[in-house]
């Protein structure tokens, strides 16, 4: 009888684990799961679901705004837009941020992709890898800035406008060099310290040219936030 009684609850435990390992994966938001890592797949996906946001503060007609990454060839067969960093099943999968000057000789370029909030604490890191057209040779510029607030507060309209995003992290190409942006996808990484403890923030990845003269696009690709 001993055996039989022994035997129930040995039964019962492989059956919760069957059960357990029936159970349908699901990936867990970022907030959820604290680490992150976004190959910018679908991009408007990320924005109806998981938290991320686009701000456009460009002026008028330079169509800046953070969409899917461009690759291929036109009618005449010029290739256009570069391959993604990584990607899964299309050299799409990152995101760009074109500037056009074909209406306005002189422009502002403030072009904003924004992650979701994430927590860290000193010692942490953030990583991502950024490029341009192989082709170009405008002067690209790109800003990752850090907010404190869940809230962007960012002004429309306002190129010139950080909002909440008041420390600057990385600034690549400040001096708006002519062909000053890195032509193949390169790695950037922050640590961050000066934390009391654990910190929620926002990351925003800010396309930012003054006074462009140039046609400027520039990619992103696979930011990493690992949570430790």
């Known amino acids: 009888m001993k055996k039989y009684l022994f035997f129930i609850p040995f039964l019962a435990l492989m059956a919760g684990m069957f059960i357990n390992g029936c159970k349908k994966n699901v990936d867990p938001s970022p907030n959820d799961s604290g680490s992150i890592t976004e190959e910018f797949i679908n991009l408007d996906a990320l924005l109806a679901n998981h938290g991320w946001e686009?701000?456009?503060n460009s002026s008028a007609n330079t169509n800046a705004e953070w969409q899917k990454g461009w690759y291929g060839q036109d009618k005449v067969g010029i290739w256009y837009g570069f391959p993604a960093y990584s990607y899964s099943s299309e050299k799409t999968e990152y995101a760009i941020s074109f500037a056009n000057n074909d209406f306005d000789p002189v422009f502002n370029v403030s072009s904003w992709l924004i992650s979701p909030v994430i927590k860290v604490k000193n010692g942490d890191k953030i990583s991502f890898f950024a490029r341009c057209n192989?082709?170009?040779?405008?002067?690209?510029r790109l800003q990752v800035r850090l907010s404190?607030?869940?809230a962007t507060g960012i002004t429309?309209?306002?190129p010139g406008s950080v909002g909440n995003f008041s420390e600057l992290l990385l600034d690549i190409n400040p001096g708006q060099v002519a062909n000053?942006?890195?032509?193949?996808?390169t790695k950037y990484q922050y640590t961050f310290s000066g934390l009391a403890g654990l910190t929620e923030i926002r990351v925003g990845f800010r396309h930012y040219i003054e006074n462009g003269t140039e046609k400027s696009a520039i990619g992103i690709d696979q930011f990493k936030y690992p949570a430790n």
């Open 180 to 185: 000053g942006f890195p032509k193949d996808w």
């Open 148 to 150: 404190y607030s869940a």
């Open 54 to 56: 686009i701000k456009e």
């Open 134 to 140: 192989s082709e170009s040779t405008g002067s690209g």
């Open 156 to 158: 429309n309209n306002v």
